[in-house]
């Protein structure tokens, strides 16, 4: 689902493993960008945010790689090749844009949709610590309102958005009704 918390997941391996992992954007990324940045750095994480949007003939490049470890290329002038051991952590909003070989090598794993108390602890955790929210009343607040208004399909950027918007308990319901409307 949208809003779920796939990039946050991401960000989250991201912070922990610092310079061994390399973080991009499926939209973003080229397999030309990729090999350069995977031969020179050799991480041991690879994380792609929104696999779906990253051309077919870019998604190639993860083929022999998830495969069998080895990075290759080969161009007119310039041929290298190496093991490299690494781990690939992909989300998507959909899988039909992604290449029959190359989703058959990850483990799908789809996340359901938030209970109340899973939305609250994850969209709190983003409110204090990424949207820097003191009042953890007013955080609170913001998070109740969203589940109130789209319990059946909360989203995590709906948090947001009213934290950066709101900027006391007042504001809360005119932000809301603005969003929501």
Not at 13 to 39: P, Q
Not at 57 to 84: F, G, N, P
Request: with cysteine; proline share 2%.
């Amino acid at each position: 689902e949208s809003g779920c918390g796939k990039t946050q997941f991401l960000e989250n391996i991201k912070v922990n493993y610092k310079d061994k992992a390399y973080f991009t954007i499926g939209a973003h990324s080229t397999k030309a960008g990729m090999l350069d940045y995977l031969f020179e750095k050799c991480p041991k994480i690879i994380l792609i945010d929104e696999i779906e949007h990253m051309p077919a003939k870019d998604q190639a490049v993860l083929l022999s790689l998830m495969q069998s470890q080895i990075l290759s290329e080969t161009k007119y002038r310039k041929t290298r090749q190496t093991q490299l051991n690494c781990s690939i952590f992909a989300t998507s909003n959909s899988t039909k844009k992604m290449l029959d070989p190359l989703l058959s090598r990850f483990v799908i794993i789809k996340v359901e949709k938030y209970s109340y108390e899973e939305f609250k602890e994850v969209a709190m955790k983003v409110l204090i610590e990424r949207e820097f929210i003191e009042n953890k009343n007013l955080a609170r607040a913001i998070v109740n309102k969203v589940w109130q208004r789209t319990s059946e399909n909360t989203n995590i950027r709906d948090v947001i958005k009213i934290a950066r918007l709101a900027k006391n308990m007042n504001d809360i319901d005119l932000v809301s009704k603005t969003i929501f409307s």
